[in-house]
């Protein structure tokens, strides 16, 4: 019939999305193999206490120190404790907090990044001169700012990245939004008589979503790096606990004699960073082809 | 006469400021300037111009898109103008608009049963959920859409079934007042047609009143009771629809006219061609704003803006009247 003119920019893919998501993300091999690793990952915060070789707190004066061997795959601390059930069991601690601060950050940034694109005006202007303030800071420099105030502790460190990822959710979540909100669809859902609250949250906020998702990816890397960052600090996770960054922190004396014990921690906050950036990136290609560069 | 206007619009003016920037020159693009006209029940005022003339910018103004800059919008004996959001919600009810692009003005993320249900949701909450499907599957039925694309995205469709939805979701409300923004003009010629005809089945079976806006005569020569010519922000012309087609008063329409094609090859007809191009909206003439490119231009028309006024039974702005 009438097909006149075929847009395709603002076309989802809708019968049978998901498939065809996937059919285009699999010829990204890297991103699929970072995939899977970070499904192992996953996999291992949620079970991982239970398939461990040895008791990850559990010391054991006979084997202090030994580098990795069969028995101890990634070796042992300075209490004989093995690293690779140390690290197994950390996968949860870790991948908890930097997950659970890029959620929070990401739900607080995304609203105020709907509110500033959609109204405009003096709130945009206040919004975002509000997130370039904490642009300004350092990212890690204003985490340690913030737990000065609020005490060291895993729960505030899930706040202080939590919050230093608020603008950068928020400066992008806008800049989509008002891509979005000149669309001709948001305005036909204005002259039915919709209440902006709904154009918001049920018309604009579906269009972002794709951006979230790709930048969520992104910086959940960083966040867990952040968080590392902060526990090796002494800032965070109790030095006694199996997170990653509290471990490299204890091993940082040892790091002459014992080099095992700081590199399989930073090995794996290494791979899990770069896992995370890989398929964010591949991500991206996929779900928000036009926001690359 | 003026208890039966269902619409009447008093010299609104909308003018879009051009730019913000502190050292740049300011100034405005006259979109609409003082225009007023009125709408009777039950009748189809069309509104027709070249692109740029800010039919569909006056469109949007008596929806409440967007705000006037001056002027009064009285709908149904009530003055809409300066309500606030949230006054405008609930006037749009029985005003509503049929979009010009119909791949764009559908939610992409939606199916269409989801798409018809919205206005239902927004203006009758009390609804039950099986009342507001059996009223989707009326609205589309009546549309000519069948029942078994109710679970379908926008996209799957073609550009006049698209068309039909964007109007079923108009209709659903059971409008007084249609605002159709170009309806047809993205929509290949025999869907015009179809599309045509069903706005106007629907205008008789639900006492529907439209402002229909177009740039094409020979779409609006069907459907309309009046016609209203627009150029560069002012009408220049309005008159019942049959003298504007035998009788065009106003040099513009007689251009605009002769600009229609005839579908009989052995009718001669002497095409008045219009010199140079439409003058810039930020900077109209002065007068006249048609005399830049007027073959019957005098020396008044430079200086004394024409207002509307009343020749054979015909609202024209013209000095040589």
Redesign the interface.
């Known amino acids: 019939?009438?097909?006149?003119?075929t847009?395709t920019d603002?076309?989802?893919k809708?019968?049978g999305k998901l498939r065809s998501f996937c059919a285009a993300f699999i010829h990204k091999k890297t991103a699929v193999a970072s995939f899977f690793f970070f499904c192992l990952l996953i996999i291992l915060a949620l079970i991982g206490p239970s398939i461990v070789p040895y008791n990850p707190q559990t010391p054991d004066y006979n084997h202090v120190l030994q580098g990795p061997s069969w028995l101890h795959l990634a070796g042992t601390d300075e209490y004989g404790r093995d690293v690779f059930s140390r690290l197994i069991v950390g996968t949860r601690l870790s991948l908890g907090v930097g997950i659970s601060s890029v959620l929070l950050g990401a739900v607080a940034g995304t609203i105020l990044g709907l509110i500033s694109g959609y109204f405009g005006k003096w709130v945009d202007k206040t919004i975002m001169r509000i997130c370039d303030v904490f642009f300004a800071f350092p990212d890690i420099l204003l985490a340690i700012g913030i737990i000065a105030i609020l005490g060291p502790g895993l729960q505030n460190v899930v706040i202080a990245v939590a919050i230093f990822n608020i603008p950068s959710f928020a400066r992008v979540v806008r800049g989509k939004t008002l891509e979005v909100k000149e669309?001709?669809?948001i305005?036909?859902?204005?002259?039915?008589?919709?209440?902006?609250s709904?154009i918001i949250f049920k018309?604009v906020f579906?269009?972002t979503f794709s951006t979230i998702i790709v930048y969520l990816t992104m910086n959940l890397g960083t966040a867990i790096l952040a968080a590392a960052s902060l526990s090796f600090l002494g800032l965070g996770a109790s030095p006694s606990s199996s997170d990653w960054g509290a471990m490299l922190s204890m091993s940082r004396d040892y790091m002459g004699t014992a080099f095992h014990l700081v590199f399989f921690p930073g090995l794996i906050i290494f791979l899990t960073v770069l896992s995370l950036n890989i398929m964010g990136d591949g991500l991206r290609d996929v779900l928000d082809p036009k926001s690359k560069d | 006469m003026a208890a039966n206007n269902l619409l009447e619009v008093k010299n609104i003016k909308k003018y879009f400021p051009l730019s913000k920037g502190w050292f740049s020159a300011k100034g405005h693009v006259k979109a609409v300037d003082q225009v007023s006209f009125s709408i009777q029940r039950g009748e189809t005022f069309s509104l027709v111009g070249e692109s740029g003339c800010g039919k569909s910018t006056l469109g949007r103004l008596i929806n409440g898109l967007i705000k006037s800059d001056d002027g009064e919008i009285i709908f149904k004996g009530k003055n809409l103008t300066g309500a606030n959001e949230k006054a405008w919600r609930s006037y749009r009810k029985p005003m509503q608009m049929i979009f010009q692009d119909p791949y764009a003005s559908l939610s992409p993320r939606m199916k269409i049963k989801d798409i018809l249900d919205e206005p239902l949701k927004i203006h009758h909450p009390e609804l039950s959920k099986e009342t507001r499907k059996t009223m989707v599957q009326e609205i589309l039925d009546v549309c000519g859409i069948d029942a078994y694309h109710l679970d379908k995205y926008a996209h799957e469709f073609s550009g006049g079934q698209r068309q039909r939805i964007g109007i079923a979701r108009a209709l659903i409300l059971k409008p007084e007042l249609i605002i159709a923004d170009e309806p047809v003009s993205a929509l290949d010629v025999s869907i015009q047609a179809q599309v045509l005809n069903l706005l106007k089945e629907l205008q008789e079976n639900y006492q529907l009143t439209y402002l229909f806006i177009s740039h094409d005569l020979s779409v609006v020569e069907h459907i309309s009771d009046k016609i209203a010519v627009m150029y560069l922000g002012n009408i220049v012309e309005i008159s019942p629809a049959e003298d504007i087609f035998s009788r065009p008063k106003h040099p513009y329409t007689q251009a605009l006219l002769s600009a229609v094609p005839i579908p009989n090859p052995k009718v001669k007809r002497e095409r008045i061609m219009l010199k140079g191009e439409i003058p810039n909206a930020a900077n109209p003439p002065k007068g006249c704003k048609f005399h830049s490119r007027c073959p019957h231009a005098m020396d008044i028309c430079k200086t004394v803006e024409p207002q509307l006024k009343k020749v054979e039974g015909q609202m024209v702005a013209c000095h040589l009247y």
């Open positions: 019939m009438a097909e006149i003119v847009k603002y076309m989802p809708s019968r669309m001709l669809f305005e036909a859902t204005r002259s039915i008589g919709a209440t902006k709904r018309h579906p269009e």
